[in-house]
């Protein structure tokens, strides 16, 4: 069971570049997220998706988009890199409050992070 | 809306000695309360939840938070910290919606 993964876990882009960070995990969890973590800031959510084939806006979206693969897997694209964007970059998930049954809300699981930098 | 303030953003401590990591929040509806921590290059992990029922919940490694609706707060405290308890600890709190609204962090720093 490895919970939530993320590649990769260190990436170096020259502004204008795109790339695209992977999320998967296997827990059977309903809903997924993309946080970006920054000095001083906390955790802010960049998008989400609470379940397969939905996703919406957080906080920032800005520059990034997502896509919902399947019900595993969530990534972050991010189409013309800004060295705003250099930062850490989280993926989680979570059962969906009323989907899963029992007492809600459930906690969050975090993948280790992807270091992003941008020059 | 909701919001999480977290009121220090570094807390240095002797080893040994008690802490308290303060947290309040605002929102418009019933709410429920985490606590996160985050090792050096890790992700964050659960640390420990208020949903319901005895306003005093424990984590399995010594910390304990109290959820007070008066006050608006749900600081997280442990009485004698060890080395390994240095970490980032985060507040969150979730209203109405399942997505949970995050402090801005407290660093805690434990001395040798």
């Known amino acids: 069971n490895a919970g939530v993964t993320q590649t990769p876990k260190f990436q170096v882009l020259k502004t204008g570049q795109s790339m695209t960070l992977q999320c998967a995990q296997d827990m059977n969890h309903n809903s997924m997220y993309w946080y970006r973590q920054d000095p001083g800031m906390g955790l802010r959510l960049i998008y989400y998706s609470a379940s397969e084939g939905t996703t919406d806006k957080g906080e920032v979206p800005n520059g990034y988009n997502v896509s919902r693969l399947n019900k595993r897997e969530f990534s972050l694209r991010l189409e013309s890199a800004a060295p705003s964007q250099t930062s850490v970059y989280f993926c989680a998930s979570s059962f969906t409050l009323g989907l899963a049954g029992g007492m809600g809300p459930y906690e969050q699981f975090f993948g280790p992070g992807t270091r992003l930098t941008v020059l | 809306a909701q919001s999480v303030t977290q009121l220090d953003s570094q807390v240095p401590v002797f080893e040994e000695a008690p802490v308290e990591l303060r947290c309040n929040y605002s929102s418009s509806v019933s709410v429920y309360l985490f606590w996160y921590v985050q090792y050096p290059n890790q992700g964050l992990q659960l640390l420990l939840k208020?949903?319901?029922?005895?306003?005093l919940v424990e984590s399995i490694n010594g910390f304990e938070a109290e959820f007070n609706k008066s006050q608006t707060s749900f600081h997280l405290r442990k009485p004698s910290v060890h080395i390994s308890d240095t970490a980032e600890y985060f507040c969150?709190?979730?209203?109405?919606?399942?997505?949970?609204?995050f402090g801005r962090g407290t660093s805690l720093i434990v001395h040798p």
């Open positions: 208020y949903l319901s029922g005895s306003t």
């Open positions: 969150a709190v979730s209203g109405g919606s399942y997505i949970p609204t």
